[in-house]
């Protein structure tokens, strides 16, 4: 991966989390940014096959799209 197509985050994991994190990443010889990495994309893939997921974000489209509508009617 690139470095200019990154973006840096700040993430807060409790203690716990965060050593059992650091404890995967030195077993596999890894660091813990590219583990992280690898667990968020797993998520993000997963969620995109989620229908509940989907349909929540119909949802929010849906609200986002609304308020839009009344904001331009105010002017």
């Known amino acids: 991966m690139a470095k200019d ?3 840096n985050i700040l993430l807060r994991l409790d203690p716990d989390l965060a050593e059992r994190l650091q404890t995967v990443a030195s077993v596999e010889g890894r660091s813990v940014s590219d583990v992280a ?4 994309a797993a ?11 989907s349909r929540l974000l119909e949802e929010n489209l849906s609200r986002h799209e609304e ?9």
């Open 43 to 53: 998520l993000v893939d997963q969620r995109r096959q989620d229908t509940r997921f």
């Open 67 to 75: 308020s839009l509508r009344r904001l331009r009617s105010d002017d």
């Open 37 to 40: 990495r690898e667990a968020i």
């Open 5 to 7: 197509t990154t973006k």
